[in-house]
């Protein structure tokens, strides 16, 4: 009863923001609050179920947003034409150079098998850059200020939040095979470090997604809202019930997000809950209590723990899928992997680690403050000011500083949950057999 209390409560805050300010900025919080769920239960099921401490969560969901450029966009024939085929040959000779490398490593053991290997693959990356520099140089001059890379594949957007997924669990494999033998705090530290080498090509690499010129105009999977205001029931809907026809539209469009968001977050907390009632869930959580305990018992900790990792970050892609679909562009520059990382720890430290349905109201209630923090603060100065006068120098630097309140609320509100509820807002229960 007290969990559907604080879901009922949530829906409220909802409610408020449509009767106080608008429905359509309800139901955009809204999204962006399903997108943020999501992405905690990835974190919840690295963090919650075996205790791995990941700070690169941004760098997963900017892999997620590359699927969104790389499926949905329609491919750019001239600079297919002007370097395609160079990059393609440069690719070969890495994958065949890397093929090399492990069979040299496997196969030789001689006191130089190390060294041999860093030669073999210096060289291949030398002879590949000889065709890669040429042709990415050839398509970033294709029209650099429309085009300048070779664009996608022309798919649906919604099959790149499938392929945002395998981006991000392909990653996660070639980060955990690297990093996670390593202690929590190193494995912090080098997961942050991967984050911003991912963050860092995404924004350089203009023959793959524009750099920091951006990819806009991505396609929808819901209707344009230009579209939906020539049609004749929407017109007739407006009409009737006293509002605009682009206030209806803008609606139906968010309200058809939402439902696309809703449905995938019931999918990733359906599974989510299922693999955490099973004995691999019970074996998980019995790594994460006592990692000793269960290698002596047979358990292959670091194979679970990289199983777990790819798992986690699989979902973090879907959402940074999402989250490029909702916005309707990629850019690069936005991914700030300190700011963004911190947000979602606090969503799954505030909704209560180890819970699923703890990280999904964490992932609510952090995100709705988190935008609502500014009319609030500029609400509670118009009323703490309310008796000085107009031109009174503290009050215009209150009122001014309302603008300010986001992380001072953050802070705030994960202070009051460690004290009052230091397990979070929905605490870890256990699952025995049933």
């Known amino acids: 009863m ?5 879901f009922l409560l949530m829906a409220a805050l909802f409610a408020a923001v449509g009767f106080g300010q608008s429905w359509s900025l309800s139901l955009a919080i809204l999204n962006l609050c399903l997108i943020s769920a999501v992405m905690s239960l990835g974190v919840n099921i690295q963090w919650g179920y075996a205790g791995l401490l990941n700070v690169g969560i941004m ?3 900017a892999l997620g947003g590359l699927a969104a450029v790389l499926v949905s966009m329609p491919p750019v024939t001239d600079a297919i034409n002007a370097g395609g085929g160079g990059v393609a040959i440069s690719a070969l000779i890495m994958l065949a150079t890397f093929a090399v490398m492990y069979m ?7 006191f130089g098998r190390k060294l041999l290997v860093a030669v073999i693959g210096v ?5 590949a850059r000889h065709f890669f520099g040429p042709a990415t140089d050839a398509i970033e001059s294709v029209d650099p200020a429309g085009t300048g890379n070779l664009g996608g594949l022309g798919l649906p957007i919604i099959v790149s939040w499938v392929v945002g997924g395998f981006f991000a669990a392909a990653a996660a494999w070639a980060v955990g095979k690297i990093s996670l033998g390593l202690r929590s705090d190193y494995l912090a ?11 860092a090509v995404l924004k350089y690499e203009d023959w793959l997604t524009r750099g920091v010129k951006n990819v806009s105009g991505l396609p929808r999977p819901v209707p344009y809202e230009v579209n939906l205001q020539k049609e004749t029931w929407v017109i007739e809907f407006a009409a009737k019930h006293g509002f605009t026809v682009q206030e209806v539209s803008s609606l139906i469009v968010k309200g058809s997000y939402a439902l696309l968001f809703t449905i995938v977050l019931l999918i990733v907390l359906y599974l989510s809950e299922k693999a955490l009632r099973s004995p691999w869930g019970r074996m998980m959580r019995a790594i994460r209590d006592n990692e000793v305990a269960a290698e002596a018992m047979g358990k292959d900790v670091k194979g679970r723990h990289l199983q777990v990792f790819i798992l986690g970050s699989a979902v973090i892609g879907v959402a940074g899928a999402m989250l490029t679909t909702l916005d309707g562009q990629f850019t690069p520059a936005s991914y700030q992997p300190l700011r963004f990382t911190f947000l979602i720890w606090v969503m799954v430290i505030v909704g209560g680690s180890g819970n699923n349905w703890g990280a999904v109201l964490g992932g609510f209630v952090i995100w709705f403050f988190w935008i609502e923090a500014e009319p609030i603060g500029l609400w509670l100065m118009e009323f703490i000011t309310s008796g000085m006068a107009e031109d009174s120098a503290l009050r215009i630097h209150l009122i001014k500083s309302a603008a300010h309140m986001r992380l001072m609320t ?3 509100v994960l202070l009051l949950v460690l004290r009052f509820t230091p397990r979070g807002l929905i605490p870890e229960r256990g699952y025995g057999r049933r």
């Open 2 to 6: 007290r969990n559907l209390l604080l």
């Open 59 to 61: 760098g997963f969901v």
């Open 104 to 110: 040299a490593n496997k196969h030789f053991h001689f």
């Open 123 to 127: 060289a291949g990356l030398m002879f």
């Open 189 to 199: 530290i080098a997961t942050l470090g991967i984050s911003e080498i991912i963050v």
């Open 410 to 412: 953050m802070g705030l």
